[in-house]
C-alpha cells in the first residue's frame, strides 16, 4: 500500500481554497457562445417544462416575474478553466416552476432559443441548486450573458448555465446536450473535475 496521507488529495487545495483543481480566478466576465445571440424579446419569451409523459407546463415572462424571486450569490466554474468568485444573480428557483409538475423522470434536457441544450438530472435543479436567472449585479441580464433569462446551476460547470433558456425536457433516460455530444462530461463536476468524457 502507498503512502497517502489523508487530506492531502482532498477536494481543496490548501493555495486555493475556493477554487476547484486545474481552475485559475479572473476578475471580468467572459462570453462563452456557440453560435450566434438569440435576441429574445420578453413579450415572446415563453418557459416551457415538457414532461416524461408529454403534459406541457408554460409560463409567459409576466408568470415568471409574478412568482418569488431570490437573489444568491455563488461561484462559476467555466470547464476552458476560468472561475469567477461571488457573483449576484436574481432568479426563481427551479423548485418553484417544478412545484406542480407532475413526473418521475431523474432526466432533464434544457433547451435554449437559438438551439443550445445540455442535460444533467432532475436532482442537480431541485433543493436550492439552480434558479431561472434574470439580473446580474442588480442589473438585467445582458443578451450576451444570456438575457432575458439563463438556466443557472453554478454547482456544475458553466455549460449546464444554459444562456436564453426556453424550456426543460423532462426523461425517463439520459439524453445528452450539445457540448456532451460532443466529448464533455456527462455530468461536469467542478470539483471533481469531470471536464471530459471518462473524466
Ligand atoms: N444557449 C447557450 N448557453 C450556453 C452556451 C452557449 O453556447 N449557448 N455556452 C455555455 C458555456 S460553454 C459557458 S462557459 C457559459 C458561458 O456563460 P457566459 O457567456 O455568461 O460567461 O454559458 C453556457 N451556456
Ligand atoms: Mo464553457
Known amino acids: 500500500m502507498g503512502i497517502v496521507s489523508p487530506g492531502f488529495h482532498g477536494r481543496r487545495s490548501a493555495a486555493a481554497p475556493e477554487l476547484p483543481p ?13 453560435g450566434p445571440t438569440p435576441r429574445v ?3 415572446a ?3 416551457t417544462v415538457v414532461t416524461e409523459a408529454g403534459q406541457r407546463y408554460a409560463w409567459s415572462w409576466a408568470d415568471l416575474m409574478a412568482l418569488p424571486g431570490q437573489t ?12 469567477k468568485l461571488g457573483t449576484t444573480w436574481t432568479g426563481v428557483s ?21 438551439g443550445y441544450t445540455t442535460n444533467l438530472p ?6 436550492g441548486q439552480a434558479w431561472i436567472a434574470f439580473k446580474y449585479e442588480g442589473e438585467d441580464l445582458a443578451p450576451a450573458h444570456g438575457g ?26 439520459d439524453e445528452p446536450g450539445f457540448w456532451e455530444s460532443a466529448g464533455y462530461h456527462d455530468y461536469g ?8 468524457q471518462g473524466d
Not at 444568491?72 to 472561475?83: E, R
Not at 423548485?95 to 423522470?105: G, P, R, Y
Not at 463536476?189 to 471530459?196: F, H, L, N, S, V
Open 94 to 114: 427551479l423548485d418553484t416552476l417544478l412545484e406542480n409538475v407532475e413526473t418521475a423522470a431523474d432526466y432533464a434536457l434544457v433547451h435554449s432559443y437559438g
Open 148 to 173: 432575458p433569462a439563463r438556466l443557472l446551476v453554478p454547482h456544475l460547470y458553466l455549460w449546464k448555465s444554459a444562456k436564453w433558456v426556453r424550456g426543460i425536457q423532462l426523461l425517463n433516460e
Open 41 to 43: 424579446p420578453t413579450d
Open 22 to 34: 486545474g481552475q485559475y480566478l479572473t476578475e471580468d466576465f467572459p462570453v462563452l457562445t456557440a
Open 122 to 127: 432532475v436532482e442537480d435543479l431541485l433543493d
Open 72 to 83: 444568491v450569490t455563488v461561484d462559476l466554474h467555466c470547464v476552458t478553466k476560468w472561475s
Open 189 to 196: 463536476d467542478p470539483w471533481r473535475e469531470q471536464r471530459y
Open 45 to 47: 419569451w415563453e418557459f
